[in-house]
């Protein structure tokens, strides 16, 4: 009997012991390697931390005010610390990291501030979802990320929101190890970026929004975007700034008639005239002040569905003049050109231009040129962008844009025949279910983006509730390899998730009990 139930104690052990690894631990993106040990961490309510590398110590402060945000935790800096920040060459991935806790002391290694970073927002998580304040199960972690370029993107013009707001997608991109934020500040309804040289774009084309087109400008000025790009920069966020040309150019051409190349029906005055040269010259311009706010290597140029509103420009004179000295015989061709000339611009800043995936036929030179896929519907424009040897970004409508609905029953948001993004999705992204397996593994493909276009969004609290949790579904898809990822465990996870949507007043969608947060 005695026997017996020895070994039912071992049994019950290891069945506690093997669910515990196959739950992994409790961080979100799911780290790649995961090996258990015996033990806890215990901690109490204070952490010593020390690290003799600079990049490193400079990143406990910004640890310490999380852990004390989210955990409670008082973080103090003590050269016998428990947790040591150690530079690790041998660590060759530069976002990589390997986490040691033991039952006395942790170790983050990276070779490089950003590594380290990871370590530390891992680290975060364990703490902050730990059951017990300050104890922590002993581990090694090894990880790394499935892609290097982990984004995603905010639609401004429709709707602006603010630095408090921008600020508060960038903490949770970096908890959640998101590392570019792709900012898309000019469109139809407004203008968001000051612009010294042209200051009506922001006084004139800053009015208004898609809610209501006389509400007062609205615009970040440049001293914001600074303070944005610095914000982010501290949580190894990438900003990149989108200036929508020739389509999308209402706002601009509100501002500087001059420019405008006029639109359609649907979409008047949508484009910039593509006939007229000192367009070019304006449009340098801005992107050269552009290029002095964001050290990015990239600049955004947009040049999607342009043929909504180039209906005028066979009857602009300087569109004809164009057409006949270039030899141009169609209006695609004349986008075409435009896409040219100022890829060379981007290109004479210094800069690497990203269009979305229409660029892929302007025969812009992919050297100079990165593309967003964005037409789930288009799998071959993603074929010939691979072909000709394009660096990818993988950002389908299908199921990467937040602005379509969570669940069927959700009517504020978009849905494309019958489809929309659920959490699941968005999970299980990418796989041969949404792209081409031959995309699957091209080295080409960077990384994926989610992209929150908010015609349909107008206030931040809506904002939010589109975006989480599918920004941690986002991030895990981003991170984790195939090997890794386990939906069900994400489903246990996220939960403790929406603990940290609550303690920092969050709105989400509780996509587990279905209820509207
Ligand atoms: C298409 S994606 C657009 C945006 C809209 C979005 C709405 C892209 C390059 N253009 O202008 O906001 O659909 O889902």
Known sequence: FRFCSRKKVVLLMWLVLASGFAMGQAVIPRPNAVVKHEGVFTGGNELTVFSSNDAFRSLIPGFAESAQRL????????KKAAVRLVHNPKITNTQGYRLTIGPKEITVEASTGQGCFYGLQSLLQLFVFSDTPGEIACAQIDDEPRFGW?????????????VEEVKRLLDQMALQKLNVFHWHLTDEPGWRIEIKKYPLLTEVGGIGNQSNRQAPAQFYTQDEIREIVAYAAARFIEVIPEIDMPGHATAAVKAYPDYSGGGSE??????????????YAFLTDILREVTTLFPSQYIHIGGDEVSFGNQQWPTLPGVKRLMEEQGLTNLVEVEHWFLQQMTDSVAALGKKVIGWDEVVSSGIDSDKALTMWWR????????QALEKDFPVILCPRIPLYFDFVQIEEHTSGRKWGGRFAPVESVYRFPSEEFLPVSALANPKVLGIQANLWTETIATASRLEFMTF???AALAEAAWTNDAA?????????????????????????????????
Do not use: C, W
Not at 152 to 159: G, I, K, N, P, V
Not at 266 to 279: E, K, Q, S, V
């Open 376 to 383: 789930h519907d288009k799998p071959e424009i993603l074929l």
């Open 469 to 471: 949790p599918r920004i």
């Open 266 to 279: 649907r979409h008047p005055d949508f484009t910039f005239n593509p006939g007229n040269m000192a367009t």
């Open 71 to 78: 955990a409670g935790l008082s973080v103090v800096e003590n």
């Open 485 to 517: 990822k386990d939906y069900n465990d994400f489903q246990q996870r996220i939960q403790k998730m929406f603990q940290v949507y609550q303690k920092e007043q969050i709105e989400y969608f509780d996509h587990i009990s279905g209820k509207d947060a």
């Open 150 to 162: 982990r984004g995603f993107m905010l639609d401004e013009s429709r709707h602006f929101f603010g």
